[in-house]
């Protein structure tokens, strides 16, 4: 129902600022939890942050909560990630993910989620 597609991505050195972002289309975008996940090489897939229908955010931690800042922009079926202070352990494949059911699962549950983007690379060079 729901596709994904993320962009943004790229080369950047260490310090820099990415901003990330997604478009969706199909299903109702305001009424899905929206989130970014990522995994860095040789990881598994991980939680950063999420935005649920009401605007409310969950990140990951509180080093991730100052450098990074997820945001929605409903009529543009958009959900963005703002990443400054970049560091090379940021370097990963960043997804974007929807929620159509919210509520089952912690925000961070990567099974709370019913749709992904194919991701978006993301390089931090030191």
């Known amino acids: 129902q729901v596709h994904l597609v993320e962009s943004g991505g790229g080369l950047v050195q260490a310090g820099d600022s990415l901003a990330l972002s997604c478009a969706a289309s199909g299903g109702t975008f305001s009424t899905y939890t929206m989130a970014w996940f990522r995994q860095a090489p040789g990881k598994g897939r991980e939680f950063v942050a999420a935005i649920d229908t009401s605007g409310g955010v969950t990140y990951d931690s509180d080093s991730l909560k100052v450098r990074f800042a997820i945001s929605r922009d409903n009529p543009k079926n958009t959900v963005s990630l703002q990443m400054t202070s970049l560091k090379p352990e940021d370097t990963a494949v960043y997804y974007c993910?929807?929620?159509?059911?919210?509520?089952?699962?912690?925000?961070?549950?990567?099974?709370?989620?019913?749709?992904w983007g194919q991701g978006a690379q993301v390089t931090v060079s030191s």
């Open positions: 993910a929807a929620d159509e059911h919210g509520g089952r699962y912690y925000r961070w549950a990567k099974e709370a989620y019913d749709y």
